[in-house]
């Protein structure tokens, strides 16, 4: 209680600090001292009264005031009833006449006056001055306020970098894991800083710029505060959108006074964060080349290509929008070399993993090499998240270690959101959902092409109603048609489930098919993977004029458009169909995920391993030919040399833990015994009663990036 009073005391001193104790004491001063000097002892009366003392005798002085209508009366004794000698009253215009009257018929012992008011000159001077005070005060506050940092209004163009002191805690390449190639690359710039004479000594010109790109969260502002720690060399930190301001000018002077600064401190390194802020393509907003980013982006590129060779002074710069960069900026001369900063590969998710490790409390049978390979496509700051969150779950159940069930739920909270443990669905809900994630499930593992299924669970976490979780083997970088296929089938399964089963699908799988068209309509436009279409890539991204959004541009006929709907289409009937046949062949198996998921809820790879292992696959689809007049050549490709084979490293060579490892790929199981003739007229499984109190199984192996969410807008 005695902070919050502390704190709002503070806030309530700054508010009230500067310019605007000022613009709210002016007036105020102005408006007593008004009525101080004009009111002195005089009394208002009203006009009743007023008229009454004229003609009762009591005044014997009256001053018409002309243009008021304003009556001052000097009386003979003070009123009674004011306390005072000196009253004065208004009258309307339409009783001027009688006020007058009343006053020539009187007895005033001095009489009259008649006064025509004239300016005071030091008022008026008074009254054009103020307001001109009041709006100067009043820009001066604003100025100061945007500024920040008690910075004053003459420091407005001044650069707002931030100069890393040697006081600041550190980070080398020591606390950078998986990004090898990056830091190889980083640490050629370091050395060229500390000892340039030998690069020089060669002919050799170091990069002006360097640009790390890649997706958010993989590094790259950590990878600048190393080169920081290890240059050690002054060091500029600012943000693109620091140097874009509402005035004109503003920017373009912080980028001239960042570069002097720098040049006069070389050797030295400016990292701009988020450069994309104020780099974007030229020509895109509404302002032309008048607008004030433009002009900021203007001066930064003569500022960049003005370099002196032997000034030592390096740019580096970060974004993760890479395609909005002007060309200009991304020239040789300016950001010489490109650095991409991806989603690490499984030995580099290891390495991070022990980085952010470090000072938490690991159980013994916690391997970081499983939880590595259970999180493919996670960034650095995905798993540093991970490792928080399994610690703030040990520290809400009271435990000392990090369990690996503390870390599997984790990586389920870090991909799905937090289990929505309130919402309680009715049970017709639940048995839909079994079936529809059932369905996913049972369609993967009926395919060829697809990776192994890891989880199901009809458990609410964030918008999804249950989700099937499947993990790749190893890393990915190309897919092929084939598995672009299965992945079709795959994300139809829960509809083709609700149909077969419900004979009435709901709207869950609204995301699925989503997902599902989007994949088609890229195999036919930018894949080439439809022999009709042929190999072209169809439509291009148009930076458009508002907020530099990308739209698409068809720069095809109708005529395409038309074949690409029916070949989209198409791919779509096709994938629709394997579903259905998996799932008719293996209706039992189905049936049986479903009750499995409605009794506990939440089924690891062990368990459904155990419900599949006689799941009917289908078999292999014809070789797809680009057309017909190219045969599918006879002559195999070749082998792999063994010296230069490097195969991937698959979750099947995990060591296990405690809690078991990530599955291997299931063999191809002998075909299952023929299902009922007709299995669509077949029931539903009926859900069975829940014990009062049930809830799902402690999550075990948990899935990654691409996983089903069954969506619960309805």
């Not at 650095?339 to 993993?353: C, E, F, S, T």
């Not at 109603?465 to 048609?481: A, C, F, H, N, Q």
């Not at 993977?529 to 739209?551: I, N, R, Y």
Request: hydrophobic share 40%.
């Amino acid at each position: 209680m005695a902070e919050n009073s502390t704190k709002s005391t503070s806030k309530s001193r700054k508010l009230f600090r500067g310019p605007l104790l000022y613009l709210i004491l002016a007036p105020l001063i102005v408006l007593l001292g008004w009525s101080l000097l004009s009111g002195g002892d005089t009394r208002e009366v009203p006009t009743e009264r007023g008229l009454e003392m004229i003609t009762s005798d009591q005044a014997k002085k009256a001053e018409i005031i002309d243009g008021d209508q304003r009556v001052n009366l000097t009386l003979t004794k003070a009123d009674k009833d004011t306390g005072t000698d000196q009253v004065f009253f208004y009258y309307v215009s339409q009783r001027g006449e009688d006020v007058v009257r009343a006053i020539n018929q009187a007895d005033l012992k001095d009489g009259f006056t008649d006064k025509v008011p004239q300016p005071n000159p030091l008022w008026s001077l008074l009254g054009f001055l103020l307001p001109l005070l009041l709006v100067g005060l009043l820009l001066w506050w604003m100025l100061s306020s945007m500024q920040g940092g008690g910075r004053g209004v003459m420091q407005f163009g001044k650069s707002r970098a931030k100069l890393v002191s040697k006081e600041t805690p550190q980070v080398t390449f020591a606390d950078v894991a998986g990004a090898d190639e990056a830091v190889e690359e980083l640490h050629e710039i370091k050395d060229f800083l500390q000892d340039a004479t030998r690069f020089q000594a060669v002919g050799a010109r170091i990069p002006k710029g360097v640009l790390l790109y890649g997706p958010p969260g993989t590094g790259k502002t950590l990878l600048a505060r190393a080169v920081a720690g290890e240059a050690g060399v002054p060091f500029y930190s600012i943000s693109g959108s620091d140097f874009v301001e509402m005035f004109v000018g503003v920017g373009a002077s912080r980028v001239r006074d960042l570069f002097k600064e720098a040049k006069a401190n070389a050797p030295a390194i400016i990292f701009v964060d988020e450069i994309d802020a104020v780099g974007q393509r030229r020509g895109q907003g509404m302002g032309g080349g008048h607008d004030e980013r433009e002009q900021t982006l203007n001066q930064l590129l003569v500022e960049m290509d003005g370099f002196d060779p032997k000034t030592n002074v390096i740019m580096i710069a970060a974004t993760n929008r890479p395609d909005m960069l002007d060309p200009a900026l991304l020239r040789p001369g300016r950001f010489d070399r490109q650095i991409g900063v991806d989603a690490p590969d499984m030995p580099g998710r290891l390495k991070i993993l022990q980085v952010h490790a470090k000072g938490k409390p690991l159980s013994q049978n916690v391997d970081l090499e499983v939880v590595a390979r259970k999180t493919p496509g996670f960034s650095g700051a995905d798993l540093a998240n991970v490792l928080n969150e399994a610690a703030l779950l040990t520290a809400r159940s009271n435990a000392q270690l990090i369990d690996n069930r503390a870390l599997d739920e984790a990586i389920d909270r870090v991909i799905a959101g937090p289990q929505r443990r309130t919402r309680v669905m009715r049970d017709r809900e639940k048995l839909i959902t079994a079936y529809h994630e059932g369905g996913h499930a049972l369609v993967a593992a009926g395919l060829n092409y697809t990776d192994p299924v890891t989880k199901i669970t009809i458990l609410p976490r964030g918008r999804a109603l249950g989700y099937t979780m499947v993990i790749p083997l190893e890393d990915k970088y190309s897919v092929t048609r084939n598995e672009l296929q299965d992945q079709l089938a795959y994300a139809l399964g829960g509809r083709v489930a609700e149909e077969l089963v419900f004979h009435d699908p709901t709207t869950g799988a609204g995301n699925d098919i989503e997902k599902a068209t989007g994949t088609a309509r890229k195999m036919v436009t930018e894949y080439g993977m439809s022999a009709t279409v042929g190999p072209v890539k169809l439509g291009q991204a148009q930076p458009g004029a508002f907020l530099g959004e990308f739209g698409q541009s068809r720069d095809y006929s109708e005529g395409v458009a038309e074949t690409i709907d029916v070949e989209v289409r198409g791919l779509l009937e096709q994938a629709h169909n394997e579903a259905y046949e998996v799932l008719v062949n293996n209706r039992d198996i189905l049936d049986a995920l479903a009750r499995e998921l409605l009794e506990k809820e939440t089924l690891d790879h062990i368990q459904i391993a155990e419900i599949f292992k006689e799941v009917q696959k289908l078999p292999e689809r014809a070789t797809w030919l680009s057309h017909e007049g190219r045969p599918v050549s006879d002559r195999p490709p070749i082998e792999v040399p063994d010296e230069v084979r490097t195969d991937g490293v698959s979750v099947a060579d995990a060591a296990p833990s405690s809690e078991g490892a990530q599955p291997d790929r299931e063999p191809d199981a002998e075909p299952a015994p023929a299902a009922d003739p007709d299995p669509a007229d077949r029931p539903p499984a009926s859900s069975p009663p829940l014990a009062p109190g049930q809830t799902s199984q402690p999550p075990r192996n948990l899935g990654v990036r691409d996983a089903d969410d069954r969506d619960d807008s309805r």
